[in-house]
C-alpha cells in the first residue's frame, strides 16, 4: 500500500502553496494560514479551511464559506499535482510490481473523487488495484484490505512520507517504510527509511 503525495508524487510543496493561493485575497490570509499549516494536529484540507474561516471571523467578523475555498483548493491541486513529478524510481518500482502478483493500492487523505481524477490524468491508473482517499482513513484503508483479501496485517507492506502514515501503519499492524531522506517527518526512527522507491524494489528483491 502506498501513501500518494510525497511517496509516489513529488506535491507536498504543491499542496501547501495552494492553502495560500486560495486565501491571498483574504484579510491576513498569509499569517493565519501559515500558523495553521504549522500546527501538529493539522487534518486534513476539510479541517484546515474550517479553522481558517474560523479565524476570520472571531478576529475581522469576515464570514466567508469554507465549502468554497475547499472547492477551490481541490481544482488547485488536481490540475498541479496531475503535472508534478513523480518520486525518484516511480516508473522502475511500479512496472516491476505490475509483473508480480502483488496487489498494490492507493491510501491517502485526498479526496477519492479529487485522487482518483489526479490519478486518470497522470496515466498511471493501470498500476494500482485499489485507490482509496478521504472521507474514510488511512486506518480504515488497510483494515479494508485485510477484510477484503483475507490476510494478516504482516502481510501488508505500507510505504509512506509521514508520521500519519506510519501511525496508521502501527495501529493496523502492518509493516512501514518510510520514504525521504530524514527522520524529522516522524516522531519515531523504529522504522525503515529509504531516500527514493528504487530502494523499495531492492527490498522486495530480496524477498523473491
Known sequence: MFDFDGTLVDSNEIKREAFFTVSDHLPSSQEIMFEILNMTDLGDRYDIFNR???????????????????????????????????????????????????KVI???????????????????????????????????????????????????????DSEDDMQASLISGSFFIGVGNDYSRFLSDQHQLVNNLDSIKNILDQFN
Open 52 to 102: 481558517y474561516s474560523k479565524r476570520l471571523n472571531e478576529e475581522f467578523k469576515f464570514l466567508i464559506d469554507e465549502h468554497v475555498l475547499v472547492e477551490k483548493y481541490s481544482a488547485i491541486c488536481e490540475e498541479n499535482v496531475s503535472l508534478a513529478e513523480s518520486i525518484l524510481g516511480f516508473d522502475s518500482l511500479l512496472n516491476y510490481l505490475k509483473k508480480t502478483d502483488i
Open 106 to 160: 492507493i491510501s491517502s487523505a485526498t479526496p477519492t473523487i479529487t485522487l482518483k481524477k489526479i490519478i486518470i490524468n497522470r496515466k498511471i491508473d493501470h498500476f494500482f488495484d485499489h485507490i482509496y482517499g478521504s472521507p474514510e482513513s488511512k486506518v480504515e484503508h488497510i483494515k479494508k484490505v485485510i477484510k477484503d483479501y483475507n490476510i494478516n496485517p504482516k502481510e501488508i507492506l505500507y510505504v509512506g
